[in-house]
């Protein structure tokens, strides 16, 4: 891993809400800019599904020149999840009881554990207050939590994600992990690190990306072209390669564990009705979402921008589907410079 990451390892304890305590936990993380006096010009992002802490790779259109991140006067700064293979503790980490790597044994956890994790590290940096957090679907997800849980964020913009993780969007991940789980290399999650159930893998993967995209944009890109050398449609080539790319960086109990985090969204569990969560929240939001959208179509967020009352929602119109919160820089800076210094004049 060579992407500017660094790794802070804490003595700290962390519980999950599935029971089981870390007493101690590594925190991969990347940050740009300088932490002011007041500690409070954070802007917190946070990374989606197969993401990293290196967000200025994938979420490179929000650092150019324009864009919503400036580093010259902004404390900006992303956070590996826990469950990760990205150098948080996770599956591919050591579990200090048995001293063997976590694997399937790894805790199942919620997006609300992702929060308490990464509080760790806010608080050991005695972090005062988030000016702004920013996520796209799982991250997202993250990030409404964190407004909802940390008092030291001032500001959301949440993409392409809902109130809850839908049944639609639960089948299509159960979908995904049942085709991990069917490679004969799986094991019931304790494989051969030299041997892993890339098949299943890859196969999770290309399903992924179809959910990813839109008919209308496969249709514009490929056709029914036939690959000049492999003598496939050229869109099986696309989901093949797309598969075997990420067999190469990514870990499967990892995708397990993290599609299953995604699955337990729901801001109201336990809380009581999402009328009154969501109400309670006073803290200006931008809701973004695409119309073209598949994977969490944009009702839902419209649905969450009307339930929170400093809500703004965006619908911007894209043909890239889900993708187009990594794709359409130009359209979210936009509106995130808008939001932004709109929140920024208010504060001061």
């Not at 020149?65 to 010259?72: R, T």
């Not at 972090?127 to 964020?153: K, P």
């Amino acid at each position: 891993m060579n992407k500017g990451i660094k790794i802070t390892h804490l003595q700290k304890s962390w519980a999950t809400e599935s029971g089981h305590n870390f007493d101690d936990v590594n925190i991969a993380w990347k940050s740009w800019g300088t932490l002011n006096e007041d500690r409070d010009n954070v802007i917190l992002i946070c990374h989606a599904l197969t993401g990293h802490a290196a967000a200025d790779e994938w979420f490179n259109g929000l650092f150019d020149e324009g864009g919503i991140l400036d580093p010259e006067k902004q404390f900006v700064l992303c956070i590996n999840v826990p469950g990760s293979c990205y150098g948080s503790t996770g599956p591919t980490t050591i579990n200090p009881e048995t001293g063997k790597l976590w694997q399937a044994d790894f805790p199942d956890i919620t997006i609300r554990d992702i929060v308490t994790f990464q509080q760790l590290l806010l608080d050991e940096w005695d972090i005062r207050d988030i000016e702004l957090i920013l996520g796209g679907s799982m991250g997202g997800m993250i990030a409404l939590e964190f407004a909802l849980m940390d008092e030291r964020v001032q500001s959301a913009a949440l993409f392409v994600m809902g109130k809850a993780h839908s049944p639609w969007a639960i089948g299509i991940s159960q979908a995904q992990r049942l085709a991990i789980q069917a490679d004969e290399n799986w094991k019931g999650g304790f494989y051969d690190p030299d041997q892993p159930p890339k098949k299943g893998l890859a196969a999770a993967r290309a399903m992924a990306m179809i959910t990813y995209r839109t008919p209308e944009n496969y249709e514009a890109k490929f056709g029914r072209e036939i690959h000049p050398d492999k003598h496939i449609y050229q869109v099986e080539s696309y989901l093949n390669y797309q598969g075997q790319k990420l067999t190469e960086r990514f870990d499967a109990n990892t995708y397990i564990i993290l599609s299953k985090a995604m699955d337990s969204h729901d801001v109201s569990r336990d809380r009581g009705s999402f009328d009154e969560v969501l109400g309670n929240l006073d803290k200006p939001v931008l809701v973004i979402g695409f119309d073209s959208d598949r994977l969490y179509p944009i009702q839902e967020q419209r649905e969450l921008a009307e339930l929170l009352p400093h809500a703004q929602l965006t619908d911007l119109k894209s043909s890239y589907g889900h993708d187009a919160f990594l794709i359409e820089f130009e359209k979210l800076n936009q509106q995130l410079n808008t939001f932004y210094h709109s929140f920024i004049k208010k504060k001061l």
